[in-house]
Each structure stands twice: as structure tokens, then as C-alpha cells.
């Protein structure tokens, strides 16, 4: 078979699927996005989500739940990439295997687990009624922050392995040359350790706000109807209300704010890294 | 013994943690009472036998396992097809054509779901199975590519001319030489396309009819109307056998190789 025949049969399959059911649907929803309900041209809907506080005050309520969960995956997701890095290949494996396996369970799942731990008669609550810490039952569910604690079950990993793959790479003896030096632990930390483990933390920081922003079963399931967030919103207008133009401006719009923040994101920790060089 | 630090100590909780929801809905599911408490009263198997009363489970487990199947098989066909000619052959646009074919999965799958659905009404294929399985198809090609290419970049081509220099047929060669020598990537691409559409939600969401729903969405729909201990006897049903997979995805290939592309590609 010759290469001029075998490139092109070989990619046909992917291509034609990637056209069919991306590309082109992709293309049809931006042209629907920019139509009014007389099908003419117009930026109504976006101008719509720009204008009206309840659209912009669901976007704030979005971003506002990704950074909470970007904050608690980071701050529980480091030191576990600080052990895994520290740790022998076997304690590695098995510590990689118990925070990855879960997260090839569905989301439904995994979700309907922290209902029974979190609900009014959750075995968190049963608990602290039954020992009397408390007189009723803590509101753990069906409110942002029960939102937060799902998104941060979902997206640990992430943060956990973009951090520990950075530090991988990082020459283990540099810690132990610092403390050879007379560096103290928390100085070691700081100087040494933080400083290399910044490109993880910053892949991972993007990559938990990106899933969190997007994230439609977390919210459905865990923040009933008191949470609703960008894509429950866009959900709603394509599927109740049925206006797929707006639904389909609605999705450009959570695409492109997520986009921007993480460009954003991307520029503020590159200029911190020029100061950083220029500065010493 | 070595003091515990606080690193360690932290990792402790996480891994809890994250196992806690897997953990607690197992015992749930036995429980001998009508509704979901702590600690679970009693040992009954009644809510599994409560399962077998609900045909939307039944009918929808089987929709699940059949699209999961093909899609598995058809993603790792033509994902495996698309790397060997990214990897085999040299071509200009290759590395355009190797970031489109890696798209969809910069895109979160409510939005790839929602646009499927508007194009399908168009030429008739929403609430199709075809239509299903084209966009499950979709989102696992990305994967198997991934891990395929990992899998040929490793690869020696010589070997495939040795097999012809030796008088073998293109066919001969592929089955005997080329095929066992990539069997792993290509296992897990399966395995993973497998797993992808048995959990998908969001995409399935907007494309399947009333009589073709799938499991996770009859557990999801039904979820936001009841709670009960059938959602954790139903749920421990699919941990079981997600559980088998995983342990043939650690075998085959290593759960942390495999993630490691995961998160590489958002």
C-alpha cells in the first residue's frame, strides 16, 4: 500500500467523526449563538449575559465555587505530592493507586457516597449528634459548600499528580544539601522545595479551575437547586426552556471566561517568574 | 520507627477521603431498613432484590454495557488506525492534524454534548443510538491515540521490514509483529474508552431517547427524585465491576502512565 492512499484511509475514520460530531456541531452552535429569536443576526444573547445581574451573578457564583475547590485541592493536594515525591517506588505505587482508583469510578457514584455522608441524616451528622457535639444537624449539603467538597473529590487527583510529576524530576539531594548547609526545615521548604514544585502547581491549578468551571454532576447532585452554576444554567436553557440560542451562547461564553482566567492566570505566574530571575 | 510527618499524615486523610464515598455506599446497600441511615439496621439483601422490580436499571445497564462495548471496540479501531499514520508516516500537517484529532478533549464534555445535540436535530440523528455511540466514539478517540502514539514512539520499524525482507505478507507482518508488540497501549485505550462511556453523564445527557437512557443517568434522574438504598445497592453493582477493569487497566498498563496522559491533555 502506498503512503499517498495510506495516510489518508488510515485518518478517515477519526476525521470523519471528529467532523461530523465536533466540528461541524461546534460551528452550527456559534452560528446559533449570534441568531435572535427571528432568526436574524445579533449579539443578543451575549449581550443579554452581560446586561442582566442574575446571568453575571451565576458566572461570579461559578468562579467563585472553582476557586474555593482550586484552594482546597491545593492545600490538600500538596502535601500528598510532597510524600509521594519523598516516598520509596512501592509506598508511591500504592498511594498512587488509591487516590486514582476511585476517580475511574463514576461521578454519580462517588457523589451519591458523600450524600450519605453529608445529608441532614448523614453519617457525619449521625455522628456528632449521637456524641453530643452537636443539637442539629449541620448543613453540609445542597449549598456551596457542599459543592466545593465534591469538585474537590473529583479533581484531587489532578492537583496531586501535576504537582508530583513536577517534583519527580527535581533532584531529591537538593533538600538534603540545603539541610547539609544548616538550612532549617521550614527555610529548606521556602528556598528549595516550593520554588520547583511552582510549574505543578500552577498546571494543576489550571487544569482543577477548568474541570471545576465546566463541571455539571457535581452541582446537579450536591447543590440542588439552591447552586446553580454556569453549565446547570445552560443545561436548562437547552434542554426545559428549550432556547438553543441562548444555550448556545451561554456555552461560548463559559468556554471563553474559563479561557481568559486561565490566560489570565497564566500571565500573573509568568511575570512572578521574570521578577523572580531578574530580582536575585 | 521514623516519627510521622506531617505530610504524611495529611496523605493518610486524603487517601480516606477519597475513598470515603466508595466506602460508606457498601455497607449502605445492605441495610434491612426503607431509607438510608447510620449505622445501616440490620442485613437484608433486599435492595438488591429491589433492583430486579425496576426495569429502568435493568434496560439501561444493558443499553450501557452494549454502547460502552461498541464504542470501546470502534475507539481503539480507529484511534489506533490514526496514530500509525501520525507515527508510520511523515506527512506535512501531521502535527495539525495530531492536534485536532486531541480537540475534543480541551472542550468540556457538557458543551461537546449540547452541540451534538443541536447538529443531530438537524440531519436526525438525536435520541438515536447511532447518535450515542457516535459521540462516545468521539470523546475515547482522543485517549487511544494518545496512548497508541506513546506506544509507537517507542516502536522499531525495522522490524516490520525485517518481516518483509524475510518474505512475510503486510498482514502476516501486522498480526505477528507489529500488533503484540503494541497490544498493551491498545488494550488500555480499550479498557479506557470503555470505562469513559460506561461513567459518561454529560454528553449521554442531551442525546439519548426516554427508552434508551443509560445507567448513570437512570442513577442520576432517579437520584434527584428519591434517596434510597436502592441508589447504594445499584451502586455497588457497577463499583464491583468497575472495579474488575481497574485492576486489569493496573496489570495491563499502570494506572499512573495512564494518568499521567490523562492530565497532560486538558
Do not use: C
Not at chain 1, 114 to 126: D, F, P, Q, R, S
Not at chain 1, 178 to 200: C, E, K, M, N, Y
Not at chain 1, 259 to 272: N, Q, S, Y
Request: glycine share 6%; charged share 10%.
Amino acid at each position: 500500500m502506498g503512503r499517498r492512499l495510506a495516510v489518508p484511509l488510515l485518518l478517515a475514520p477519526s476525521l470523519i467523526i471528529l467532523l461530523g460530531v465536533f466540528l461541524l456541531p461546534m460551528l452550527l452552535m456559534l452560528v446559533l449563538s449570534l441568531q435572535n429569536d427571528q432568526q436574524q443576526f445579533s449579539f443578543e444573547n451575549y449581550l443579554l449575559f452581560i446586561q442582566d445581574p442574575f446571568y453575571t451573578g451565576i458566572l461570579w457564583r461559578t468562579i467563585r465555587v472553582s476557586l474555593w475547590t482550586v484552594l482546597f485541592s491545593l492545600l490538600l493536594g500538596f502535601p500528598v505530592a510532597i510524600y509521594m515525591a519523598n516516598a520509596s517506588g512501592k509506598v508511591r505505587g500504592i498511594v498512587t493507586m488509591l487516590i486514582l482508583a476511585p476517580h475511574l469510578i463514576s461521578v454519580v457514584i462517588r457523589n451519591f457516597g458523600w450524600v450519605v455522608v453529608l445529608g441532614e441524616k448523614g453519617w457525619i451528622n449521625e455522628l456528632l449528634l449521637s456524641i453530643g457535639f452537636i443539637h442539629e444537624p449541620l448543613r453540609l449539603l445542597y449549598n456551596e459548600l457542599g459543592v466545593v467538597i465534591g469538585l474537590t473529590d473529583s479533581f484531587i487527583a489532578y492537583m496531586v499528580l501535576a504537582i508530583a510529576t513536577s517534583l519527580y524530576s527535581v533532584d531529591q539531594s537538593l533538600s538534603k544539601a540545603a539541610a547539609i548547609l544548616g538550612a532549617s526545615r521550614i527555610r529548606s521548604f521556602f528556598d528549595v522545595t516550593l520554588p520547583l514544585s511552582l510549574p505543578g502547581i500552577y498546571a494543576g491549578v489550571t487544569l482543577v479551575f477548568s474541570l471545576s468551571m465546566s463541571a455539571f454532576v457535581t452541582p446537579s447532585l450536591m447543590g440542588g437547586t439552591s447552586v446553580k452554576v454556569l453549565p446547570v444554567i445552560a443545561y436548562e436553557q437547552v434542554m426545559s426552556t428549550l432556547n438553543w440560542p441562548l444555550g448556545a451562547a451561554l456555552s461560548f461564553l463559559l468556554l471563553g471566561s474559563t479561557i481568559l482566567l486561565v490566560a489570565l492566570f497564566t500571565r500573573l505566574a509568568e511575570t512572578k517568574r521574570y521578577k523572580e530571575v531578574f530580582a536575585s | 520507627m521514623k516519627k510521622p510527618s506531617l505530610a504524611g499524615i495529611i496523605t493518610v486523610i486524603v487517601l480516606l477521603l477519597v475513598n470515603l464515598p466508595i466506602l460508606v455506599i457498601i455497607p449502605s446497600s445492605f441495610t434491612a431498613a426503607g431509607y438510608l441511615s447510620f449505622p445501616p439496621e440490620g442485613f437484608s439483601f433486599r435492595w438488591y432484590a429491589k433492583i430486579f422490580e425496576r426495569p429502568e436499571f435493568i434496560d439501561s445497564f444493558w443499553v450501557s454495557l452494549q454502547l460502552a462495548v461498541i464504542t470501546a471496540v470502534l475507539a481503539a479501531l480507529f484511534g489506533t488506525l490514526a496514530a500509525f499514520a501520525l507515527a508510520k508516516y511523515k506527512f506535512r500537517g501531521s502535527q495539525v492534524i495530531n492536534s485536532l484529532l486531541l480537540s475534543p478533549l480541551t472542550v468540556p464534555s457538557l458543551i461537546i454534548g449540547i452541540a451534538a445535540l443541536l447538529f443531530f436535530t438537524r440531519i436526525g440523528l438525536a435520541g438515536t443510538f447511532a447518535g450515542l455511540l457516535l459521540a462516545h466514539v468521539l470523546i475515547s478517540v482522543p485517549y487511544v491515540v494518545r496512548l497508541v502514539l506513546t506506544g509507537l514512539s517507542s516502536f522499531d520499524f525495522t522490524l516490520e521490514k525485517a518481516g518483509y525482507m524475510l518474505g512475510a505478507s503486510p498482514a502476516r507482518v501486522f498480526w505477528d509483529i507489529t500488533l503484540p508488540l503494541l497490544r498493551p497501549a491498545i488494550v488500555s485505550g480499550m479498557i479506557f474508552s470503555f470505562l469513559t462511556s460506561f461513567d459518561n453523564v454529560t454528553v449521554s445527557l442531551f442525546l439519548v431517547a426516554p427508552d434508551t437512557t443509560t445507567l448513570p443517568l437512570a442513577i442520576f434522574s432517579y437520584m434527584q427524585e428519591t434517596l434510597d438504598p436502592l441508589v447504594a445497592s445499584i451502586s455497588s453493582v457497577v463499583i464491583l465491576l468497575s472495579l474488575v477493569f481497574i485492576v486489569i487497566l493496573e496489570k495491563v498498563y499502570g494506572l499512573d502512565r495512564l494518568f499521567g496522559l490523562q492530565s497532560q491533555s486538558h
